[in-house]
T-cell receptor, first 116, second 114 residues
Framework: AQTVTQSQPEMSVQEAETVTLSCTYD???????LFWYKQPPSRQMILVIR??????QNATENRFSVNFQKAAKSFSLKISDSQLGDTAMYFC?????????????FGTGTRLKVLA | DTEVTQTPKHLVMGMTNKKSLKCEQH?????MYWYKQKAKKPPELMFV???????INESVPSRFSPECPNSSLLNLHLHALQPEDSALYLC?????????????FGPGTRLLVL
């Protein structure tokens, strides 16, 4: 069975600094997708960044980038130049859809607080 | 319009009540999802519709009954719920049922079962 682990329940970072959130997963699948979602307090969940497992190049979206290590089954999120608006719960998620079996699994989340 | 709307925002119901949650999107998406999120926990997938057909049912109790009347609407009918069903119910949609597609989430309906 697939599992997603986020070992940091809470983190804080000073505004304008860089922070890295960790995520590890376990699967026997070869084709899958990994995601980082952001859920601000009382606001909608939005996709931050996505990585296809078959792509070796790490995904980047503006200040957000990932370090995808397929062999180690690690998928960390780096936030550069942190802003107050980055304060949120961050979920790592795993998705696979093979042979009619669909799995979309979220990790337990990391609560990030950006300090002024 | 990249918006998924959900009504109502809040719902309080007794264990004998029947109620429905509604989700709507006008992005032309053909996949729609229901998730349940307990406080301080990650979302858990409940149901997935693809092209208005139920594709995934994650062994959800029958007191939750999904319905997709058309490509823009997704309902979740609730009957004889238990207090432990109190949670935030999230709806999402994506262009297709595929990993490369971004899921767009609604704001959720916060449900309290008394």
């Amino acid at each position: 069975a697939q599992t997603v682990t986020q070992s940091q329940p809470e983190m804080s970072v000073q505004e304008a600094e860089t922070v890295t959130l960790s995520c590890t997963y376990d699967t026997s699948e070869n084709n899958y997708y990994l995601f980082w979602y952001k859920q601000p307090p009382s606001r909608q969940m939005i996709l931050v960044i996505r990585q296809e497992a078959y792509k070796q190049q790490n995904a980047t979206e503006n200040r957000f980038s990932v370090n995808f290590q397929k062999a180690a089954k690690s998928f960390s999120l780096k936030i550069s130049d942190s802003q107050l608006g980055d304060t949120a719960m961050y979920f790592c998620a795993f998705m696979t859809f093979n042979s009619g079996t669909y799995k979309y699994i979220f990790g337990t989340g990391t609560r990030l607080k950006v300090l002024a | 319009d990249t918006e998924v709307t959900q009504t109502p925002k809040h719902l309080v119901m007794g264990m004998t009540n029947k109620k429905s949650l509604k989700c709507e999107q006008h992005m032309g998406h053909r996949a729609m999802y229901w998730y349940k999120q307990k406080a301080k926990k990650p979302p858990e997938l409940m149901f997935v519709y693809s092209y208005e057909k139920l594709s995934i049912n994650e062994s959800v109790p029958s007191r939750f009954s999904p319905e997709c009347p058309n490509s823009s609407l997704l309902n979740l009918h609730l009957h004889a719920l238990q207090p432990e069903d109190s949670a935030l119910y999230l709806c999402a949609s994506s262009q297709e049922l595929a990993g490369r597609e971004t899921q767009y989430f609604g704001p959720g309906t916060r449900l309290l079962v008394l």
